[in-house]
């Protein structure tokens, strides 16, 4: 069975870190591009960072430009969000997705989609 797993939410202050992992089983890892989304409450879900399949070239929203850094191990089926300065605005539940080799901005095109792992920032 296809799983995503997506950890490492919690509550920080405003301006600290977090690292969200999304490890993976079922499908072949490295020929997949993985994508960070996530959905404040009320809000539309909205793509944050990606990181395609063999080139490893990387996408961030505007918003999250030099705070946010996104790596793979495929070696451990992993893909890392480094969240740093971590503004309140960021607060949201997290989800990591998979599609096939290229990223794209559109989370209808990723097939595979972990449970999610909420984070908050307080001010």
């Known amino acids: 069975d296809v799983q995503l797993q997506a950890s490492g939410g919690g509550l920080v202050q405003a301006g600290g870190s977090l690292r969200l992992s999304c490890t993976a089983s079922g499908f072949t890892f490295d020929g997949y591009a993985i994508g960070w989304f996530r959905q404040a409450p009320g809000k539309e879900r909205e793509g944050v960072s990606c990181i395609s399949s063999t080139d490893r070239t990387t996408y961030f929203k505007d918003s999250v430009k030099g705070r946010f850094t996104i790596s793979r191990d495929n070696a451990k089926n992993a893909v890392y969000l480094h969240m740093n300065s971590l503004k309140p605005e960021d607060t949201a539940v997290y989800y990591c997705?998979?599609?096939?080799?290229?990223?794209?901005?559109?989370?209808?095109?990723?097939?595979?989609w972990g449970q999610g792992t909420q984070v908050t920032v307080s001010s």
């Open positions: 997705a998979a599609k096939y080799y290229y990223c794209s901005g559109y989370g209808s095109t990723y097939g595979y």
